[in-house]
């Protein structure tokens, strides 16, 4: 069964960077396309950032776009976000997935910016 283990959240102080990780049991990791997405208490689950499967092309929401990396280790089998200039409205649990027959989510991993 593909699986996804997101890990590397925390606390962190506005302005402040993290990265995050994100593990996968997935056949052929290279070939798939994979986003990160967040969802906050009380909002729905939103897209966040999308990587090819070489990693060639990216994609990133608009409040994210300049402040977050998504990038790929495919010998590893793991995509990471690189958050930096965090707002305390990026505070939410973070999930990966493919973007393509998305897999059961995972646990997630819980990102809180405060002071």
């Known amino acids: 069964q593909v699986q996804f283990v997101e890990s590397g959240g925390g606390l962190v102080q506005p302005g402040g960077s993290l990265r995050l990780s994100c593990a996968g049991s997935?056949?052929?990791?290279?070939?798939?396309?994979m986003n990160w997405y967040r969802q906050a208490p009380g909002k729905e689950r939103e897209f966040v950032a999308s990587?090819?499967?070489?990693?060639?092309?990216?994609n990133y929401a608009t409040s994210v776009k300049d402040r977050f990396t998504i990038s790929r280790d495919n010998g590893k089998r793991t995509v990471y976000l690189q958050m930096s200039s965090l707002k305390p409205e990026d505070s939410a649990v973070y999930y990966c997935?493919?973007?393509?027959?998305?897999?059961?989510w995972g646990q997630g991993t819980q990102v809180t910016v405060s002071s």
């Open positions: 997935n493919r973007a393509n027959s998305p897999a059961p």
């Open positions: 990587i090819s499967g070489a990693g060639g092309y990216t």
């Open positions: 997935v056949f052929s990791f290279s070939a798939v396309v």
